[in-house]
């Protein structure tokens, strides 16, 4: 008993000390309703109050079935799960009334944006609001409110919530990124003490490398709606298309010393292609956010930043698809209190504030239902008014049929009709002719319902009102996947459309008693590689081109011998046709070494060995550019990636990795004794290869001696208050430029195209070496394709360097003054980097 009686008194004591920040659902809930006891309260579910601790995904995921079990306005379903396994849930909330007719009103509402959608009575239809939490894992005040919002939808009673269920369908994900939340609510949940501490030094609000932002492979996610390259996105996208939502949203967090965001953003920064009407409607919607923080007291800003330009952010996708996309940002506690210039943050705080915001959007949607149903309807009706000026764009790679699939892919995720090419056509085009193939190319005619949305995905821009950009400037497609396309006028390719699209299968190989032939453009083709290396065959490299049997082969095509193998000659040709079958790449079977040019036995046939790479990564590292090479190692090429964490690099064994990747850094990932240890390790054979700012660490340790343009420019007539719009103009956001390949180097193998497309949001201009041979991957004299850079950089930007190679001791080191592994839909530019690593010892 005395036991139990001290236990008592700690539970007391643990409660006062806690008390200071401790809030109950009250806090959060609307005063002038009541509530439904049977309904489950968070509390009653996860075991603690919402802001009390941060809600893990697990807990969150458990809470919503619970809820969806016991109301009957709620159904949920399981999308499909993120890299970790996570659920990817979405509720559907109404009335019980409208779940009994859920389809009819599903149907009813996708006609709205269909021909002859002037029959639908807008009137008598319910509004759709997709509601999003936290896609920045380390945002949670968005997701954790979702537990109280979710409450309120199933418990609220009174006629006012009546009439917002019978008005709304609420399609409402509440948690956008379920690993990354998890890994952030252990981070702040491991540092919380019983008496919050809100000192902002505390460790609870300075997370470790990569942080809770992006999702498992560091992806920030919400760059990802128009890629839609992750399994998040993937889920997300097929609701918003099985739906077409009127309204969006987004809830963030920003630094902890801001208040709170909503839009419009900065009305100069919104995409052209955006109706202005779109932007009115957020204006409107605005005024509902602004009297229910007023009504509470929260200070908030508009229209200062953030903007809607890239339709890539959840906020801004929807406005190119007939919907309102709405930002918003709440000043973040990053974990339970923290210091601010406003004061003390409490996490209860922010979360009320998301709240208050979830159910102001609600509010709106039921008070403007009519005027944005009508809006969605005309923005679909006009949108077919200007795509029955016809004609199509033809895409393909005849020597990629991968890398035209996953085009194809992206715009079928979209709702894009696509269709198959009628016959082939050659178009010329100087040094590159288009080749337009069945099989390996797709017809999008231009006449049909996402027709600005195809404008967005395809267009070039190189003019802009603004200068500023919240994020990158361009992103045109075709160019991201180094892809050969064309605008037409007629009609006259459209074959018939793919409803079912699949990556075209390659016939398999015959069998040879003398040598396989692997060309290497296709996009798996280093996954193929991999496979035969690892499963211990023989393979070579040809360094120049050849034709055989009426064939041309090209740059970097790899050669299997059947014979000297630890495999039978039978045993070859069954891995061979395995792994042509498992990874779609072409391979030719050969039955005599002489060839028209190098023949099978010339010594410009390069032995090739297994590639044991490592990556840096840790602090100091730029997570985004090293999760985009983890990424591609691991998803696309089934390729083992070792990843070192900087704070151990100094006491690894490297010795036996072929490569090491030093991703894009902030220049203070390694020290000096890494440096020393780098260069013996690259002496001794290895190959090192660095991005972007890691140049300028090569040049300081010697590793590489490298000449960057310096870019000074002194503000002349620029005020103090256009300071720093005078210098964001200055930033190369992320735009996209021409360079031009030499098709005989190493680095360029797999390209047919002498001229390739790049991306770049740096200012590291490189001076190219003296002699031409050395300059492989070269900015061309007017590089500018799409996006924004101002004319003072663009000048020093023309002719420079793109890429450096160059021997040390026994060894290469290799450097790229861009990413190309951009956000995983950067196909066109991959290879770069799996030449590096197959050939490197070859440059
Ligand atoms: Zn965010």
Redesign the pocket.
């Known amino acids: 008993m005395k036991l139990l009686t001290n236990l008592g008194l700690l539970f007391v004591s643990l409660s006062i000390f806690a008390q200071d920040y401790q809030v109950d659902l009250d806090y959060y809930l609307p005063k002038d309703v009541s509530y439904n006891q049977n309904i489950p309260t968070p509390k009653s579910v996860i075991g603690h109050e919402v802001g009390d601790w941060h809600v893990t995904h697990d807990k969150l995921a458990q809470y919503m079935q619970t809820l969806a079990a016991a109301s009957d306005r709620i159904t949920i379903e399981n999308r499909g799960t993120t890299f970790e396994g996570r659920p990817l849930l979405l509720l559907t909330i109404t009335s019980p009334a409208n779940h009994g007719n859920i389809e009819n009103i599903r149907k009813n509402h996708v006609a709205l944006t269909e021909n002859n959608a002037v029959s639908q009575n807008t009137a008598a239809m319910p509004i759709v609001v997709y509601q999003g939490f936290s896609?920045?894992g380390n945002?949670p005040s968005g997701a954790n409110a979702s537990l109280a919002v979710a409450y309120y939808l199933a418990a609220a009673q009174g006629p006012k919530i009546d009439e917002l269920l019978q008005n709304t369908v609420i399609l409402f994900d509440p948690s956008f990124n379920p690993d990354g939340l998890q890994r952030f609510a252990y981070w702040a949940n491991m540092h919380k003490a019983q008496n919050v501490n809100p000192d902002p030094n505390d460790r609870e609000y300075s997370e470790v490398w990569p942080g809770g932002?992006t999702n498992h492979y560091w992806f920030d996610m919400?760059r990802d709606w128009l890629p839609v390259q992750l399994p998040e996105s993937r889920a997300r996208i097929k609701t918003f298309h099985n739906w077409y939502p009127n309204i969006l949203t987004d809830h963030?967090?920003?630094g902890t010393n801001a208040s709170f965001f909503f839009q419009p953003g900065i009305p100069s920064r919104t995409h052209p292609l955006t109706p202005q009407k779109n932007q009115n409607l957020t204006k409107e919607i605005a005024q509902f956010h602004a009297k229910a923080l007023d009504k509470l007291g929260s200070f908030y800003y508009t229209e200062e930043s953030f903007d809607d330009f890239y339709y890539g952010k959840g906020s801004t996708f929807p406005d190119i698809n007939g919907s309102i996309g709405i930002l918003f940002?709440q000043a973040s506690s990053r974990g339970h209190a923290q210091e601010s210039d406003n004061g003390i943050l409490t996490f209860p705080f922010t979360i009320r504030n998301q709240f208050t915001a979830a159910l102001s959007t609600l509010e709106a949607a039921v008070g403007m239902r009519k005027e944005i149903l009508d809006y969605q309807r005309e923005f679909f009706s006009n949108a077919r008014k200007e795509a029955s000026k016809g004609g199509v764009i033809v895409f393909g790679d005849h020597k990629d049929a991968s890398k035209s699939y996953h085009l194809a892919e992206i715009l079928q995720r979209h709702k894009i009709k696509i269709h198959e090419v009628k016959r082939d056509v050659v178009e010329p085009n100087g040094s590159n002719p288009k080749v337009f193939k069945k099989g390996s190319s797709y017809v999008v005619p231009m006449n049909q319902k996402q027709h600005r949305l195809i404008n967005a995905m395809f267009e070039k821009r190189t003019t802009f009102q603004d200068s500023l950009f919240y994020d990158i400037s361009a992103w045109s497609f075709p160019l991201a996947f180094n892809m050969d396309y064309s605008e037409m006028k007629t009609t006259e390719l459209l074959g018939p459309e793919i409803t079912n699209l699949e990556m075209p299968k390659p016939l398999a190989p015959a069998n040879s008693n003398y040598a396989y032939l692997m060309e290497w453009h296709d996009y798996y083709a280093p996954k193929a590689l991999n496979m035969i290396l690892k499963k211990g065959l023989r393979a070579k490299v040809g360094m120049k081109k050849f034709s055989l049997g009426g064939k041309d082969y090209d740059y970097g095509t790899i050669l299997i011998p059947v014979k000297n193998q630890k495999m039978s000659a039978s045993e070859v040709a069954t891995a061979i046709k395995e792994i042509s079958a498992k990874t779609n790449v072409t391979i030719h079977a050969a039955s005599t070494g002489l060839t028209e040019g190098i023949d099978l036995g010339s010594n410009q046939f390069r032995a090739l060995e297994m590639q044991k790479v490592a990556m840096v990564i840790g602090d100091g590292i730029n997570p985004y550019d090293a999760g985009e090479i983890w990424h591609l190692f691991d998803t696309r090429f089934d390729m083992l990636l070792t990843k070192i964490d900087s704070r151990d690099f100094g006491s690894a064994d490297i010795s036996m990795y072929t490569d090491i990747i030093l991703p894009n850094s902030w220049g203070n990932a390694l020290d000096k004794d890494d440096a020393e240890k780098l260069k013996t390790w690259v002496k001794a054979g290895g190959t090192l290869i660095g991005y972007k700012n890691t140049g300028k660490w090569f040049n300081k340790n010697e590793i590489l001696k490298m000449a960057f343009k310096t870019s000074k420019d002194t503000a002349r007539a620029i005020t103090y208050e256009q300071r720093s719009d005078y210098r964001g103009a200055q930033v190369i956001g992320g735009a996209i430029f021409e360079t031009k390949l030499d098709r005989s180097h190493p680095i360029a193998f797999g390209y047919k195209n002498d001229i390739l497309p790049v991306f770049r949001n740096s200012t590291l201009f490189l001076e190219t070496a003296k002699d031409s041979y050395n300059n492989p991957i070269q900015y061309t004299g007017s590089p500018l394709l799409s996006g924004y850079i101002s004319k003072p950089n663009l000048d020093k930007l023309s002719n420079t360097a793109a890429f450096k190679a160059a021997r040390l001791g026994r060894g290469n080191v290799l450097y790229f003054t861009d990413n190309n592994n951009f956000r995983a839909f950067w196909y066109g530019t991959n290879k770069l980097l799996m030449n590096a690593i197959f050939f490197g010892d070859e440059m």
């Open positions: 896609i920045h945002e932002r919400n963030h967090e920003m940002e």
